[in-house]
């Protein structure tokens, strides 16, 4: 049976499909810590579905966590999917800017501008969507029989 709940009281939409695999929303609204509490929830909820992929995928949620923090108006929330085959990262920004997440060319020399080219690199495929007042950046890495027979 299919169950949708309303979004939690920071506005994370929470969305639970039990026939789809496991889900796990945190909160990371007002914390000072986000990519840190990011990173545990990722490790304490996914190392067993990531296996040998969980470095990637901890480097990828630091870096759309980042991103979020520094790009738009604050970061809402991680949404953890797993099914059979994949495991999705999904972070929930509050909006404040129309611009959208895209790769771009950073100084050689800069200290920043690269994270998007290594969500890239790193998860088997990522992308934007509309969320709430914000935006959602989907991160998705393969996990299941069908990344093992792909290499």
């Known amino acids: 049976m299919n169950r949708t709940l309303s979004p939690d009281r920071e506005g994370v939409p929470v969305e639970v499909r039990p ?41 990828v949620v630091t870096e759309l966590v980042a991103n979020a923090a520094s790009h738009t108006a ?21 909006g404040g800017t129309a611009n959208w997440p895209h790769a771009t060319e950073a100084d050689p020399l800069a200290e920043s501008g690269r994270g998007l080219h290594l969500v890239n690199a790193l998860a088997d495929s990522w992308h934007a969507r509309p969320a709430l007042d914000g935006k959602a950046v989907t991160a998705v890495f393969r996990t299941g029989t069908g990344a093992a027979e792909s290499d």
């Open 19 to 59: 026939s789809a695999g496991a889900c796990r929303v945190i909160s990371l609204a007002g914390s000072g810590r986000a990519e840190q509490r990011a990173r545990e929830a990722v490790r304490n909820t996914c190392s067993e579905f990531l296996g040998a992929r969980l470095p990637d995928a901890l480097l």
């Open 74 to 94: 604050g970061v809402r929330g991680l949404m953890l999917h797993h099914d059979r085959n994949t495991t999705s990262l999904t972070v929930f920004d509050r």
